[in-house]
């Protein structure tokens, strides 16, 4: 019997410092209700955790249209760079975690 096939992705964790304390509001509300987002043409799909949250970046997140309507959503342009950055990398899923690594390439935030 074949051994059944796995998908990998290419996983990320960064600290939640690297967002704001505003974007940090934005995917809370986003992870309870996204109806709001979607309205708004906003494919982003966010989970919370208890420390952070899951980012799936799938192509259609990361395009330039998505990247502007995110930031007339509010997000803010660090958080707008970071996704994208990490999308040209090859990232597929973004932990952001209060325990995840700090990057330096990557501002950070204190709240």
């Not at 967002?19 to 509001?25: C, G, H, N, Q, R």
């Not at 995917?27 to 708004?40: G, N």
């Not at 420390?51 to 395009?63: C, E, I, N, S």
Request: overall charge negative.
């Amino acid at each position: 019997m074949p051994a059944p096939k796995i998908d990998f992705c290419i996983y990320a964790m960064l600290s939640t410092s690297h967002i704001t304390k505003d974007d940090s509001v934005l995917l809370t509300k986003l992870s309870s209700d996204d109806s709001e987002s979607i309205e708004k043409g906003i494919l982003l799909t966010c989970y919370a955790h208890p420390a952070g949250y899951f980012m799936p970046l799938d192509y259609a997140v990361v395009d330039y249209s998505q990247l502007l309507l995110l930031m007339a959503a509010g997000y803010s342009l660090a958080f707008v760079q970071l996704i994208s950055r990490l999308s040209d990398q090859g990232v597929e899923l973004l932990q952001m975690d209060s325990d995840g690594e700090i990057v330096d390439e990557f501002p950070t935030f204190d709240w």
